[in-house]
């Protein structure tokens, strides 16, 4: 069975990746630091604990499992904490990336699917956002995910680097057989926090802004489910491996 080597596979998409991928037959390598990630995640193949930065670590892990592609969501993901920590985010998404790409070209293994993000676009209102829509990332989060995807595509220039990329907008759900699910300490994600001040869990829910263009002056956000990003990304390898 083909090994797929998943950067953050013990966080809250990667996991869902793993067993997502361990269902369409390939074998699932979780390479994860679990600063943000969670040991008790990774149930459906093995693990190797790392930090992308670690050159030395990511070839001994492509050396030893050779897998045919690499799945990658490992990143720093808090926009307000990129703002102010800007230099954390260019080093640990950006040089972490590097290294990770340089590290796959150099052991053969030529597939990437990135986990970006609707964070390069900025802001645009009153358009539908697609793939052609200008992207002018407002923090370093999103900027930094815009660099990853310059790698990429020039990686694929100079060495035949061969990239799926998306980027998707809020992530909500979780695996309906419950075998993984949602988890982040501190808790960020809006469903989750309104689930814990139904429960008692906080005091309270706030929801910020009153001035959009919406029947009550409050914001609207795009959900999609987890599962089916995760089937998408799945679909993105077997187009990689097909060789479009």
């Not at 083909?2 to 998409?13: P, R």
């Not at 149930?43 to 001994?60: I, S």
């Not at 490992?74 to 904490?81: C, D, F, I, K, Y």
């Amino acid at each position: 069975m083909d090994h797929v080597l998943v950067t953050g596979g013990a966080g809250y998409i990667g996991s869902h990746a793993c067993k997502a991928l361990k269902a369409a037959g390939f074998v699932p390598v979780t390479f994860d630091s679990l600063v943000t990630g969670w040991q008790d995640a990774v149930k459906f193949g093995p693990f190797e604990q790392g930090d992308l930065l670690d050159r030395a670590r990511l070839d001994a892990v492509f050396a030893r499992y050779q897998p045919v592609a690499v799945m990658h969501f490992a990143a720093l993901s808090q926009v307000g904490e990129s703002m102010q920590q800007p230099g954390l985010y260019w080093r640990n998404n950006v040089l972490g990336s590097l290294n990770l790409v340089e590290a796959a070209v150099a052991a053969g293994c030529m597939n990437v699917v990135f986990s970006s993000t609707c964070a390069t676009y900025g802001e645009h209102d009153n358009v539908v956002l697609d793939e052609d829509t200008p992207q002018h990332p407002i923090n370093a989060y999103g900027a930094s995910k815009q660099a990853v995807e310059e790698i990429l595509k020039t990686f694929g220039e100079a060495h035949g680097l061969r990239h799926v990329i998306f980027r998707y907008f809020n992530v909500a759900g979780a695996d309906p057989e419950g075998e993984v699910g949602e988890h982040h300490r501190p808790e960020t994600h809006l469903i989750p926090i309104m689930l814990e001040a139904i429960d008692g869990q906080r005091e309270a829910l706030t929801v910020f802004g009153t001035d959009y263009e919406t029947p009550d002056g409050t914001c609207i956000r795009d959900y999609v489910h987890v599962c089916d990003l995760v089937d998408a990304h799945v679909l993105g390898l077997r187009w990689l491996q097909e060789g479009r």
